[in-house]
Nanobody, 120 residues
Framework: QAQLEESGGGSAQPGGSLRLSCAAS????????MAWYRQAPGKQREFVASISYGGSTQYTESVKGRFTISRDNDKNTMYLQMDSLKPGDTGVYYC??????????????WGQGTQVTVSS
């Protein structure tokens, strides 16, 4: 029906940068609010940032000033620019989105996740 696919994860040093992407595909008639979550080893999954279709953004306090969420509606793609990375940013980052999908009642979708590792 529909899919969210993350890319751009990897390893970085403290103070470094990574950019994550999340592309929505399938039989879509809308891509609504989108968000990033992350899950550190042994920890609960937590909210990182979100962006509405119109571009309104929210961030968890720990990433404010360091991460920037954006989207390209023409490409059905969301991005997370991560600067000034800290070891505490390590975890699996998941894309989440509300999608309008033809011929289904499901509206909330998750990607499979991409690993981000920040270490010296």
């Amino acid at each position: 029906q529909a899919q969210l696919e993350e890319s751009g994860g990897g390893s970085a040093q403290p103070g470094g940068s990574l950019r994550l992407s999340c592309a929505a595909s399938g039989r879509l008639f809308s891509v609504n609010d989108m968000a990033w979550y992350r899950q550190a080893p042994g920890k609960q999954r937590e909210f990182v940032a979100s962006i509405s279709y119109g571009g309104s953004t929210q961030y968890t306090e720990s990433v404010k000033g360091r991460f920037t969420i954006s989207r390209d509606n023409d490409k059905n793609t969301m991005y997370l620019q991560m600067d000034s990375l800290k070891p505490g940013d390590t975890g699996v980052y998941y894309c989440n989105a509300n999608l309008g999908v033809y011929f289904t009642e499901k509206w909330n979708y998750w990607g499979q996740g991409t690993q981000v590792t920040v270490s010296s």
